[in-house]
């Protein structure tokens, strides 16, 4: 593992200028382009859960104001012309469940360089664990479904799943659509009792991605698409046989299923494979970090798609339904199948302002219930999400825009 | 066709990037024109017009009018894209009854450098910036075949010409914007004299000034101000500003909206109000306030699009990449400026007086002798100028905030006045950051 993060990191280096960065005049005769976005979620909801074997039954209603989240984002040309530095910075509200230490947290605290060919990230941001995003209302409504697990977490805190530090870069080999992809990562890490561990490299990706410019969604037909093989080495002391590496294989799609830009049908897939640590068991009398950890490090399948109406009369988006799935399966274990379902429904009543409503119901086997303690669940959410997107001194073009996906890419 | 340093003979110059083809025009070309017409009716028979020929009389079956009104396609049931469609307007005489100037013209995207270091997308007519220069003699008929090779809609509008009002290139007011893959014919007659120009008139903020805009030079035949100031050489400057943000922008996001909308239309399924169309003020405001249609331009759907110019330039260059005025000493040259951009430019000449001769095409009845002309939006300005301070002179906006590439003097709107035949004291050279 160390050589391959050696050998990723020697390769990451290398696509970067080195250059002195202390003690150098800061030119405010150049603005940056500023790009500042949020969204605020608000909806008051309610959960109950069906307690599984005797276990009592639970619910609990709340305004879940979780999810929220305002970033920053700074641009500037780089002298050559030959490419676009950055910074970003966001911060978001954490789950109403999380173990994650505070209200808010900083998902995203990165630097950017891209160009024609290269999209290079280094920082916090998004883990590069799934490939395709789900049409729920909140990333964490079919969290263990959608993304892959971390196999060295030992607690429940979607953040870990969602954010890290990592440094990826997607190569462009003909700078359009298709990319190679390759990250490292540093995955949150915990004890066997849950508690946070200094982090450290250990993960590292390598795939390929195909990404139509989002402004080609419309009138096309595949959206994105993409495959992806993600490798995670755990520390020993998690580890229940001394198997310390872990692979992941993610794949899926994107796609409009039909022509009508006024009224537009879509649908999503993706699937994960992760092999699994050996001799992980579920052991529903373990505490409840150790049993987090067994469905985190257990082999596992999960199956994810959704089916989307989205209704844009006058080509002026104003209703969205949707569809969203989940199956998930721990083959090593009996009954430890999980099914989850999400309808949900956006009304637009103004730019980027909707009022929504989903519910969920997801249902688990009796194997995986007794881990979780709870046979099945559901939750119905209603209320406002507001969010905003604007761009100050815009002097950069996008990469993917059309007129230099099209018309020749002016640098 | 938008080199100032060439030396013209002003009667008869012609584009050849227009490809003009009085001359020889092939009578394959011919029955091609023809049959197109005839899928959209063509000119048939010729009424009474602003030149006094007869106005047209036309089937317009094929586009879904009954009888013979001309109207607009875009409230046609089931209304299509049909590229390779030659729309033949009524209003000005068949190809039998006059001798037309026949001339090719496209727009296309093009990839446009500025200046150095500064390149930007732009819709160009031939993909040129400028568009190529017409020159014509006063009483010609003139035929533009005008074809679309974007995927956005345009017209051409011919500034200052007097024109039937079906070849105006007003969009939904004289005719329907020309789609992607179509050809609209425009014909009419060049008058009056003088220095006109032309330009699209289809989201004219962008369009017209950004690029789509070129000169359309009427010559008399007998020029009185030729035999007061025997010129030589005749130069046109095309004044023009740019937001290059603002034009990125816009541009990928009308491509963006024209994908969606050539895609309804291509299935006969675009509703015209999804466009912005409507057959009249009425219906436009039974459809606002019945909630069908929510105008992009109220304070919930827009807060306003900024235009801000950052690079001025003079016939598609921001200086240092300007060309530069030749004359010598004893010569005239008459100098065409017109006005494309959205701002006032206050040209000053150095060393010299000038004669302003011209405005807006029309001979001043008294030329007045002057160093700084106001050259206004959409005006044109001709003046002359006397080679009698030999030397090196600049010929600028005197709004010097114009005279910057992205905030930085010197730049933009200036170019120089040179000698030729002169041995300079002091040669210049060239400077882009005072």
Redesign the interface.
């Known amino acids: 593992m160390r050589q391959i993060i050696v050998i990723a990191l020697t390769a990451l280096i290398c696509t970067v200028p080195l250059r002195p960065v202390l003690a150098l005049e800061v030119d405010r005769a150049v603005a940056p382009r500023i790009t500042v976005g949020g969204r605020l979620l608000a909806t008051p909801r309610y959960d109950e859960a069906k307690g599984f074997d005797g276990q009592s039954d639970e619910d609990a209603s709340d305004i879940d104001i979780s999810d929220s989240s305002i970033m920053a984002r700074f641009d500037k040309r780089i002298y050559s012309q030959q490419g676009v530095a950055g910074a970003t910075i966001g911060i978001r509200k954490v789950g109403f469940e999380s173990e994650v230490e505070g209200d808010v947290f900083f998902n995203q605290l990165n630097a950017t360089f891209w160009n024609r060919s290269i999209d290079l990230v280094v920082g916090q941001t998004r883990q590069r664990n799934f490939v395709v995003e789900l049409p729920t209302l909140r990333d964490e409504d079919l969290l263990a479904y959608a993304y892959v697990p971390d196999a060295s977490s030992f607690r429940e805190a979607e953040e870990d799943t969602l954010f890290a530090p990592i440094a990826a870069v997607q190569w462009y080999p003909n700078g359009g659509r298709n990319a190679l992809t390759s990250f490292v990562g540093a995955q949150a890490r915990t004890d066997l009792s849950g508690d946070p561990e200094s982090p450290e490299i250990n993960s590292v990706g390598l795939g390929w991605a195909y990404h139509a410019p989002e402004a080609m969604h419309l009138v096309e037909h595949t959206r994105a698409a993409g495959v992806r093989l993600f490798y995670q080495d755990v520390d020993e002391s998690l580890s229940p046989s001394g198997d310390t590496g872990m692979y992941s294989l993610i794949a899926g799609g994107e796609w409009t299923l039909n022509r009508d830009p006024s009224r537009v049908w879509a649908v999503g897939v993706q699937g994960i494979y992760s092999e699994g640590l050996e001799d992980v068991e579920f052991d529903p009398l373990a505490s409840e970090g150790e049993r987090i950890g067994a469905l985190n490090q257990a082999q596992s399948w999960a199956l994810t798609g959704f089916l989307t109406y989205t209704g844009r009369p006058k080509l002026l988006t104003r209703t969205r339904y949707g569809l969203v799935f989940g199956i998930k399966d721990y083959p090593d274990e009996t009954d430890a199948r999980s099914y989850a379902i999400i309808p949900n429904f956006v009304w637009r009543i103004g730019h980027a302002i909707d009022l929504v409503a989903q519910y969920k119901y997801e249902a688990l086997d009796d194997g995986l219930a007794a881990m979780t303690g709870f046979e099945y669940g559901q939750s119905i959410q209603v209320g406002l999400v507001f969010g905003f997107d604007k761009t100050f001194n815009d002097q950069i073009g996008e990469r993917s825009s059309i007129l230099n996906m099209e018309h020749g890419y002016i640098r | 066709m938008s080199d100032i340093n060439k030396s013209v003979d002003a009667e008869n110059r012609r584009p050849e990037e227009l490809n003009e083809q009085s001359e020889r025009i092939d009578s394959r070309r011919r029955r091609f024109l023809r049959g197109a017409a005839a899928i959209t009716g063509g000119a048939a028979v010729l009424g009474g017009g602003v030149s006094g020929v007869r106005a047209a009389q036309m089937d317009h079956s094929a586009m879904g009018h009954g009888g013979n009104a001309y109207g607009s396609m875009m409230f046609m049931q089931g209304h299509q894209m049909e590229p390779g469609l030659v729309i033949e307007p009524p209003g000005s005489p068949g190809d039998d009854e006059v001798d037309y100037r026949e001339f090719d013209m496209d727009i296309r ?1 093009v ?1 446009h450098e500025i200046v150095p ?1 500064v ?3 732009m819709f160009a007519f031939n993909g040129q910036v400028p568009g190529p220069e017409f020159h014509v003699t006063e009483g010609d008929w003139v035929k533009v075949n005008f074809t679309n090779h974007t995927e956005e809609m345009h017209t051409i509008h011919w500034h200052g010409v007097v024109v039937p009002y079906t070849m105006d290139g007003v969009p939904m007011i004289t005719q329907d914007p020309v789609h992607p893959g179509q050809t609209f014919v425009y014909r009419f007659q060049a008058k009056p004299a003088g220095t006109r120009w032309y330009h699209c008139h289809w989201g004219t903020p962008l369009h017209a000034s950004h690029a789509m805009h070129g000169a359309f030079v009427i010559h008399k035949k007998d020029d009185p101000l030729k035999e007061r100031f025997p010129y030589t050489r005749d130069y046109t400057l095309v004044l023009e500003s740019w937001d290059i ?1 603002f034009a ?2 816009e ?2 996001g009308l ?3 024209m ?3 050539n ?2 239309m291509s ?1 006969g ?1 675009l ?1 015209p ?2 466009h912005g169309f409507f057959r009249d003020f009425r219906d436009f405001r039974q459809a606002y306030e019945s909630g ?3 105008p992009p331009y109220l304070l ?2 827009s807060s306003g699009v900024e235009i801000s110019y950052n690079f001025f330039g003079i016939n598609g260059k921001s200086y240092p990449a300007t060309k530069r005025l030749k004359i010598k000493p004893g010569e005239w040259i008459r100098v065409r400026m017109i006005n494309a951009s959205n701002a006032r430019h206050h040209m000053h000449l150095h060393g010299h007086d000038f004669w302003w001769v011209a405005q807006d095409g029309n001979d001043l009845p008294q030329p007045l002798r002057l160093n700084t002309v106001h050259v206004e939006p959409g005006g044109t300005y001709d003046i002359m100028i006397y080679g009698d301070n030999p030397g090196f002179w600049t010929f600028h906006d005197h709004d010097t905030t114009h005279v910057r590439n992205n905030g930085i003097y010197p730049g933009g709107m200036l170019t120089l006045l040179e000698y030729e035949d002169f041995e300079p004291t002091y040669r210049p050279s060239t400077s882009v950051d005072q």
């Open positions: 995207i990839e270091g390149k930007i997308h943000n990125r922008e541009m990928n491509l963006e909206g994908k969606q909308v895609l309804l299935q399924k509703d109000q999804t069908q249609y929510i919930s759907r």
